[in-house]
């Protein structure tokens, strides 16, 4: 079956303006913001520049019956737009486009907008994500709701997904009983941090180790693995210990294959330092597998929230409606998913400035994902 365009997605997003003021056809203004904001512009400001220097090409790829929208009329339209609905259909066009590189790791994590005033549990808007990490794309987007928490959007991105098949990391936050049941009735495993905010399962964990290693891990069905790593003034031992078919766990987590304790030992400069985690998991896999997705579920902080704050500038921007936050929230997290399917070299910010300066390359960018 043929992909679908982007727009063809939005084709059943309602569009919130009486129709005395659609001047502009709704999916011309989603696809001049994507550009936008893909291209490096940070505010509508800076988009409506963007379009107004571009608009011969523009005109080549969209409608624009009435030219090139302003920026106040794209404000006005991102705080009205259902943000559950927007980052739906994304989350859609999303999933599509990894069907063909087949789902493996889902890792579900939230940031901040820092520059975005709310009543969360920051004090911000905060977003949770579902990021495909080893396809490099968005598969879903979750606003916290005023004076709300993560544990409570989680449940609701995850409701999005299709999770058949793939592994779902996510930090202690998520760490829940009926998150657990969730993802393993969608299908999916999961492979969850546990801390203090589940003080008997931690401490059932703790207890399953150490009554390992008082017995020499004799009669235990575990395995080991090491590892070390240097480089800029830094170097780290990291040991994980996998024990299967835990015993004494208390009741309520399903499906619960294995418990995983990763041991890390670190010297930056000269200063050591010892960590010591814990994770739950209903996959089973050798120890060098369960530590290699452990990591892996970091990477969203690189491959995502840096290159959100360092190239689009997601925490200085201040963006007053929630709404809107949200919304352009949701496109430049696209927008990195975008950037990490051109497989050219460079930085993700070295193609961003490519596209902006380049219209061919821009163009590669939106025909190669079916954009338009």
């Known amino acids: 079956m043929a992909r679908r365009s982007l727009v063809e997605h939005f084709a059943d997003l309602p569009d919130p303006r009486i129709d005395r003021t659609r001047k502009h056809r709704l999916d011309d203004i989603l696809v001049i913001v994507l550009c936008g904001v893909l291209c490096g512009m940070k505010t509508f400001e800076e988009i409506e520049t963007f379009a107004e220097c571009r608009q011969h090409w523009l005109q080549r790829v969209l409608a624009l019956p009435n030219g090139i929208p302003s920026h106040d009329t794209l404000y006005r339209v991102f705080c009205a737009l259902d943000a559950k609905v ?10 599509e486009l990894s069907q063909t590189l087949g ?3 889902v890792a579900v994590d939230g940031k901040s907008l820092r520059g975005a005033a709310g009543t969360t549990f920051t004090g911000c808007v905060h977003l949770v994500s579902a990021w495909a990490s080893e396809n490099g794309l968005l598969l879903g987007q ?3 709701a005023e004076r709300s928490h ?11 997904l299709h999770l058949k098949g793939a592994l779902v990391t996510i930090d202690a936050a998520g760490c829940q009983t009926e998150i657990v049941r969730q993802i393993r009735a969608q299908g ?4 969850i941090a546990v801390k203090g905010n589940q003080p008997t399962l931690l401490a059932a964990i703790e207890r399953t180790f150490a009554d390992a290693v008082a017995a020499d891990f004799a009669g235990v069905r575990c395995d080991q693995h090491a590892s070390t790593e240097d480089g800029h003034g830094r170097h780290e031992e990291r040991y994980v210990t996998v024990i299967e078919t835990p015993t004494g766990l208390p009741a309520g987590w399903v499906d619960v294959a294995a418990v995983v304790q990763v041991n890390r030992e670190r010297s930056v400069d000269g200063v050591n330092t010892s960590t010591t985690h814990y994770y739950l998991t209903s996959r089973t896999g050798s120890a060098e597998v369960l530590g290699r997705w452990v990591r892996r579920h970091w990477a969203v902080e690189n491959e995502l929230h840096w290159v959100l704050d360092v190239t689009f500038g997601e925490d200085a921007n201040r963006t007053r409606d929630r709404t809107a936050a949200a919304n352009l929230g949701v496109v430049r997290r696209v ?4 950037l990490s399917q051109d497989t050219r ?9 490519r596209a902006a300066l380049d219209t061919t390359a821009l163009e590669k960018l939106l025909q190669g994902n079916t954009v338009i």
């Open 142 to 144: 979750e606003s916290v």
């Open 335 to 338: 927008a990195v998913a975008l």
């Open 345 to 353: 070299k460079g930085s993700k910010r070295n193609k961003s400035i």
């Open 150 to 160: 993560e544990i409570a959007a989680i449940p609701e991105l995850l409701a999005t």
């Open 188 to 191: 999916g495993d999961y492979l």
């Open 86 to 95: 927007f980052a739906a259909c994304f989350g859609r066009w999303m999933a």
């Open 103 to 105: 789902l493996k790791h």
